[in-house]
C-alpha cells in the first residue's frame, strides 16, 4: 500500500507527463499560420534545450562533485550515440525510400532523435521528483513544481520540432506524450528502489549530450536554411535561454 508521500508523488509527475499535450492548443489553428511559426519554435527549443545543458544541468552536476572525467565521457559517449543513432535513420529512411516510390511520408530524423532525447531527461525528472517525495514532501512538491515550469517552454519547442519534421499536429501530441511517460517511469523507479546521486548524474550526462547534439547538429542548421530572417530567430533562440535562465530564480 502506498504512503502520502507516494501518492502526491504519483500525482505530481502525471500533471508533468500531462503539460507534453500542451500543444493542444495549436489544433485550432489554421495550417498556414502553424507553418510561420513552427521555425521560431524549433529556433526557441534549440535555446531552451542549450540554456537546460548550461544554466541547469551542467551546473547541478558541478555542485555535487560529479562533474569529472566519467561523467564528460558519458556526455561524449551520448553525443556518438546519437551520431549513430541518427546516421541509421539517415539510411534507413533513404533506403526504404529507394524501395518504395509512392512513399508519401517523409519524417525528418531529428523527430526521433528528440523524442529520444527528451525521454531521458523526462526520466531524470521523475527520478528527481520521487526521490525528492521521499525525503520530504514539501521538497517535493517544490520540485514539482520548478519541473513544470521547466517543461512548459521545452515541450512546446519539441511540439514545435515533431511539426517541423513532418509529424502531423495529433501524432506530434501522441509521440511527445509517450516521451513524458518517461517521467512516470522514473517516479516508480524512485520510489520502488531509491536512487543514487550517481545514478542521477549518468542520466544528467546522457541528457547533456542528446540535448547539445539535437540543438547543434539537427535544430541549429534547420534554421539557417532560411537566409532571409536573422532577428526574429535570434530573439526567438534567446528567448529559449531566457527561459531557462529565469528559472533559477524558483530553483
Given at each position: 500500500m502506498m504512503n502520502q508521500a507516494s501518492i502526491y508523488a504519483?500525482?505530481?509527475?502525471?500533471?508533468?507527463?500531462?503539460?507534453?499535450?500542451?500543444?493542444?492548443?495549436?489544433?485550432?489553428?489554421?495550417?498556414?499560420?502553424?507553418?510561420?511559426v513552427v521555425t521560431f519554435l524549433v529556433a526557441f527549443s534549440a535555446g531552451a534545450l542549450l540554456g537546460d545543458v548550461f544554466i541547469h544541468l551542467l551546473p547541478e552536476l558541478a555542485e555535487t562533485g560529479?562533474?569529472?572525467?566519467?561523467?564528460?565521457?558519458?556526455?561524449?559517449?551520448?553525443?556518438?550515440?546519437?551520431?549513430?543513432?541518427?546516421?541509421?535513420?539517415?539510411?534507413?529512411?533513404h533506403h526504404n525510400n529507394e524501395h518504395d516510390e509512392d512513399c508519401s511520408e517523409h519524417i525528418h530524423p531529428v523527430a526521433y532523435t528528440i523524442l529520444l532525447g527528451d525521454g531521458f531527461h523526462n526520466l531524470i525528472d521523475g527520478l528527481i521528483i520521487g526521490g525528492a517525495f521521499l525525503l520530504d514532501i514539501k521538497l517535493g512538491v517544490a520540485t514539482a513544481v520548478?519541473?513544470?515550469?521547466?517543461e512548459i517552454p521545452q515541450?512546446?519547442?519539441?511540439?514545435?520540432?515533431?511539426?517541423?519534421?513532418?509529424?502531423?499536429?495529433?501524432?506530434?501530441?501522441?509521440?511527445?506524450?509517450?516521451?513524458?511517460?518517461?517521467?512516470?517511469?522514473?517516479?516508480?523507479?524512485?520510489?520502488?528502489?531509491?536512487?543514487?546521486d550517481k545514478t542521477l548524474a549518468i542520466l544528467a550526462a546522457l541528457a547533456i549530450g542528446s540535448f547539445i547534439y539535437i540543438a547543434t547538429a539537427d535544430l541549429i542548421p534547420e534554421i539557417h536554411k532560411d537566409k532571409k530572417r536573422t532577428v526574429p530567430y535570434l530573439f526567438s533562440f534567446l528567448s529559449g535561454i531566457g527561459i531557462m535562465a529565469l528559472l533559477l530564480l524558483i530553483d
Open positions: 504519483i500525482i505530481s509527475v502525471i500533471v508533468v507527463s500531462l503539460i507534453s499535450l500542451i500543444g493542444l492548443f495549436t489544433l485550432s489553428i489554421k495550417e498556414y499560420f502553424t507553418k510561420r560529479f562533474l569529472n572525467l566519467e561523467i564528460s565521457l558519458y556526455i561524449l559517449g551520448a553525443i556518438v550515440l546519437f551520431f549513430i543513432l541518427e546516421r541509421y535513420i539517415h539510411w534507413h529512411h520548478a519541473v513544470i515550469l521547466h515541450e512546446i519547442g519539441d511540439f514545435g520540432v515533431l511539426l517541423y519534421a513532418g509529424f502531423s499536429k495529433t501524432r506530434a501530441l501522441f509521440y511527445n506524450f509517450l516521451s513524458a511517460l518517461a517521467a512516470v517511469l522514473g517516479t516508480i523507479i524512485a520510489l520502488a528502489i531509491g536512487t543514487t
